[in-house]
């Protein structure tokens, strides 16, 4: 029964990471990685490795995915002006491809296994250690320097991103703080009684010079 699972949950895997590249709709491809994700998921499950599970399914899932789908949708592309242009690009696009495919077959073709991988793989659990306690005690004791490094790494990233993306926009309103409270009687304090508070109907409100009435106007226009 887990060897069928495991079959089943590969090959919607496979099946829906080639759907992911070869759709033309991104929102569809954005679905298809989501599915990926579900079956990777319980991939991991499968493997005894529940922690990367509900990590798949909480950040890539619940987080990028769900980003990814909101950013295509929200951004109302054109997709027949991106197709105009697929012929003029398609000879560059082929030169990466091939190049990072024999990249690939190099590396398959290098890749060792340590000799003791195999028995590290088989070795058992510590008795009393969940998974997740084991992932914890391995990353914040020997790779704590890395993970902090690539905290920083991710830090500068996103500090990045929003430089590129702030824009000075003429005629943007902003807040004035200090012109705010420079108005008289733009605030004011209030001393209630303990306990008391201010009532809804004695909200002091800022004081707003009446304009004045018709008949002051004329009485003064006629004066003069």
Do not use: C
Not at 80 to 94: I, L, N, T, W
Not at 144 to 154: D, P, V
């Amino acid at each position: 029964m887990i060897a069928f699972a495991f079959y089943l949950f590969a090959a919607v895997l496979v099946a829906s990471a080639v759907m992911v590249v070869t759709s033309r709709n991104p929102v569809h491809s954005v679905l298809y990685l989501i599915l990926a994700f579900f079956n990777a998921a319980a991939l991991f499950l499968i493997a005894g490795a529940e922690f990367l599970a509900m990590l798949l399914v909480i950040v890539y899932v619940g987080a990028v995915a769900v980003l990814f789908l909101f950013v295509v949708m929200m951004l109302d592309i054109d997709f027949s002006a991106m197709r105009e242009g697929f012929q003029r690009y398609a000879p560059f696009g082929a030169v990466v491809g091939t190049i990072l495919f024999i990249e690939l077959l190099l590396v398959m073709a290098l890749w060792r296994f340590a000799p003791d991988a195999a028995d590290l793989r088989l070795s058992p659990t510590p008795a009393g250690v969940q998974n997740t306690e084991a992932i914890g005690r391995v990353l914040y004791t020997d790779y704590i320097y890395l993970f902090q490094i690539s905290g920083l790494i991710l830090l500068v990233a996103m500090i990045g991103a929003i430089v590129l993306t702030l824009r000075d926009r003429p005629g943007t309103k902003r807040q004035n703080v200090s012109a705010q409270l420079a108005r008289v009687g733009a605030v004011e304090s209030a001393n209630p009684a303990l306990g008391q508070g201010i009532a809804a109907d004695d909200i002091i409100r800022p004081r707003i010079p009446e304009p004045p009435s018709p008949k002051k106007i004329e009485h003064h226009g006629g004066h003069h």
